[in-house]
């Protein structure tokens, strides 16, 4: 008799494992149906960073860039100011450029390893670029090149997978803030 049970329970278990498919199948094939999916879409999340760039120019004791004048089809996607031991007092802002590459403007006022971070181990080319009347050193590396300003107090990093001509817009499009004091 314990034999029989056993076997009654197995398929009472398929059956109803059976019924429990049937009725979520339909449920989860109606939402893929609304849901948006596929690679049509632009899934850029942007970010606003006026606020932040103003709220970082008070706190910062080196005036702060952000650009002015770029094109709606520049997108800001990640905005930061944060101050570390490591990485002191440390400005970001990251950008999807019109081709859809990154772009990021990082500064900050220790100096160190922060040239080599900000810009994916690029090294120094010795070429320079002027952009935004500034004189600008041109760096080269597998996975980032980058525009490196290295002034009194701050070194200012425009870097990131676009072209060599978007790094060089993001660079003239920068203006600063009155610096704290």
């Known amino acids: 008799m314990g034999g029989v049970a056993g076997r009654n329970g197995k398929n009472q278990t398929v059956r109803n494992l059976l019924l429990s498919l049937a009725a979520v199948v339909p449920v989860a094939g109606s939402g893929w149906l609304f849901l948006p999916h596929g690679s049509g879409g632009d899934h850029v999340k942007a970010v606003e960073y006026r606020v932040e760039a103003e709220s970082a120019r008070r706190a910062a004791p080196y005036p702060v860039v952000a650009?002015?004048?770029?094109?709606?089809?520049?997108?800001a996607t990640s905005?930061?100011?944060k101050v570390t031991e490591r990485e002191g007092k440390y400005w970001h802002l990251g950008f999807v450029d019109p081709d859809t590459e990154y772009v990021q403007v990082e500064q900050s006022d220790r100096k160190g390893d922060f040239v080599d971070s900000s810009t994916q181990h690029a090294k120094r080319t010795g070429r320079t670029e002027k952009a935004g009347g500034a004189v600008w050193q041109r760096y080269e590396g597998e996975k980032y090149n980058a525009l490196v300003r290295e002034e009194r107090g701050v070194t200012t990093v425009v870097a990131g997978t676009a072209s060599d001509r978007r790094l060089a817009e993001m660079a003239a499009a920068l203006k600063t803030g009155k610096p704290k004091g």
Do not use: A, S
């Not at 650009?67 to 997108?75: H, N, T, V, Y």
């Open 67 to 75: 650009p002015e004048g770029l094109g709606k089809d520049w997108r």
């Open 79 to 81: 905005v930061w100011y």
